[in-house]
């Protein structure tokens, strides 16, 4: 499921919670209705509610880690993008080859991670499809043959980056296909449910408190959106930006 279905699925259920509840309330007995039964029942959402919200926050928190760690592994990727070629154009013009294609594989992955139009392969797709290009990197810089000291010295600094670089995308790849479970979410939104089901029951009959509960519900709903979204950083609305990358194509096009 996508982040805008798990968000509007998620807001529907809340609502449909508030509106159970607000039903139940007419059909209840009075005795229900006791001022010790409204404290006990204040109680229990309370708690419900202190539950949910420690549990949103630590997942919005570990959403966020994750993002922002995938999108500062793509800034150290492409200062080493920038620092290889540097290193290649020490070594000679000899390496004139294999800096186009670094360019090139730079230039081809914007193109799949960041298309112009919408559609096409999954982020992840898209660095899997650029592993190849790296490997083709690591076999260019496997022939060449170096004459001076200089030259063998650029050349171990070259590979190395080149693994590390790789090795890099594998993890991203591997990082991305850590979800959070569905059953996770599942209890989560029961526990949505059954506190705006509670809330319902007690609540007062009118405009402004269904309007407040609905904006209540959407923010949930929000949040659970933003959990997902951001668990997905390759994909989805709320990607990490392209402009380390361009920034990289710029340098290589000097």
């Known amino acids: 499921m996508t982040s805008i279905t798990w968000g509007l699925t998620s807001g529907c259920a809340i609502i449909g919670g508030m509106i159970l509840g607000a039903w139940l309330s007419r059909y209840l007995p009075k005795g229900h209705f006791t001022t010790d039964s409204k404290d006990t029942m204040k109680i ?11 549990v949103l926050g630590l997942l919005v928190a570990s959403a966020k880690n994750s993002f922002d760690t995938l999108n500062a592994e793509a800034q150290t990727m492409g200062s080493k993008t ?13 390496t004139k080859p294999i800096r186009d294609q670094i360019r090139d594989s730079v230039q081809a ?3 799949r991670m960041w298309p112009e139009e919408s559609g096409g392969m999954t982020g992840t797709q898209a660095l899997e499809a650029g592993v ?5 990197v690591q076999e260019l810089l496997d022939q060449l043959t170096p004459t001076t000291d200089a030259q063998r010295h650029l050349l171990a600094q070259a590979q190395q980056l080149d693994s590390e670089m790789l090795q890099s995308r594998w993890l991203a790849i591997e990082q991305e296909q850590t979800t959070l479970p569905t059953v996770f979410f599942i209890i989560l939104l029961c526990w949505l449910v059954a506190l705006f089901t509670c809330i319902g029951i007690f609540a007062p009959h009118n405009m402004t408190v269904y309007v407040g509960l609905i904006l209540c519900a959407v923010s949930f709903s929000t949040a659970i959106f933003l959990i997902v979204e951001l668990s997905r950083p390759l994909d989805g609305l709320m990607k990490i930006s392209s402009a380390p990358m361009r920034k990289v194509l710029e340098h290589l096009d000097k």
Do not use: F, Q, W
């Open 44 to 54: 229990a959402s309370g708690m419900i509610a202190t539950l949910v919200a420690l």
């Open 82 to 94: 920038i620092y290889l070629d540097h290193l290649l154009a020490k070594y000679g013009p000899e």
């Open 109 to 111: 992955g914007i193109n």
């Open 132 to 136: 190849g290009n790296g490997e083709r």
